[in-house]
């Protein structure tokens, strides 16, 4: 699966970067890089703009924590540790 840097999904992102700014949205950090973290994966390919949020690296953390808590970390895709990547998709 080539979905990783596909055009569809930086026009996703560049979609939701101009619909909320580009701004976390749990602490307001406004300093690239942010990254659009899946709220959940029941999409993927073809995400909903309710699935993701824009987040600091920090705040991104966080949300995979949680949402690792909540899925029991049985259904995760990342298994790169890139958070320098500006382009980030997890
Ligand atoms: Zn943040």
Redesign the pocket.
């Known amino acids: 699966m080539a979905y990783l840097g596909s055009e569809r999904w930086a026009a996703f992102r560049q979609e939701i970067i101009d619909e909320r700014g580009y701004e ?6 406004t300093e690239p890089p ?1 990254h659009l973290h899946h709220l959940t994966y029941v999409r993927m390919g073809h995400e909903a703009p309710s699935d993701v949020e824009l ?6 953390d ?1 949300a995979d924590e949680e949402r690792e808590a909540e899925t029991g970390g049985g259904y995760d895709y990342d298994d790169d540790d890139d958070d320098d990547d500006d382009d980030d998709w997890d």
């Open positions: 976390c949205e749990r602490c307001g950090e942010l987040l600091c690296p920090d705040c991104h966080e």
